[in-house]
């Protein structure tokens, strides 16, 4: 069977099940939006001091052995950062099957 491309809706949701997942095995909770499913924020965690930690994820790629992912989104063209708006990334690379 020949490999497809997956579509960025696909690499999205891979992303966002993979850091969640390995977020539940670190043993904390772990809240998704029920609404606004292209808001800033994909989902909520809550660490081991209680404070509440809001997560964007990102697909990653594997280049010359170095793990690179976008900081900031490309909506319409424009670029535009999450600063204030996120507190962590949460970062999936498909190519080495880790979670960051």
Same mark, same amino acid.
């Given at each position: 069977?020949?490999?497809?491309?997956?579509?960025?809706?696909?690499?999205?949701?891979?992303?966002?099940?993979?850091?969640?997942?390995?977020?539940?095995?670190?043993?904390?909770? #772990?809240?998704?939006?029920?609404?606004?499913?292209? !808001?800033? &924020?994909?989902?909520? @965690? +809550?660490?081991?001091?209680? $404070?509440?930690?809001?997560?964007?994820?990102?697909?990653?790629?594997?280049?010359?052995?170095? #793990?690179?992912?976008?900081?900031?989104?490309?909506? !319409?063209? &424009?670029?535009?950062? @999450? +600063?204030?708006?996120?507190? $962590?990334?949460?970062?999936?690379?498909?190519?080495?099957?880790?979670?960051?």
């Amino acid at each position: 069977m020949a490999s497809q491309q997956l579509s960025t809706s696909e690499l999205v949701a891979r992303a966002e099940f993979a850091v969640a997942s390995a977020l539940i095995k670190a043993g904390l909770y #772990v809240y998704v939006p029920l609404f606004n499913a292209h !808001g800033r &924020v994909d989902m909520i @965690y +809550e660490n081991q001091r209680g $404070e509440m930690r809001r997560v964007q994820c990102k697909s990653a790629r594997l280049t010359s052995g170095a #793990v690179t992912f976008y900081t900031c989104s490309h909506t !319409g063209g &424009v670029p535009r950062t @999450y +600063e204030g708006e996120v507190d $962590e990334f949460g970062v999936y690379c498909a190519a080495n099957g880790n979670v960051y």
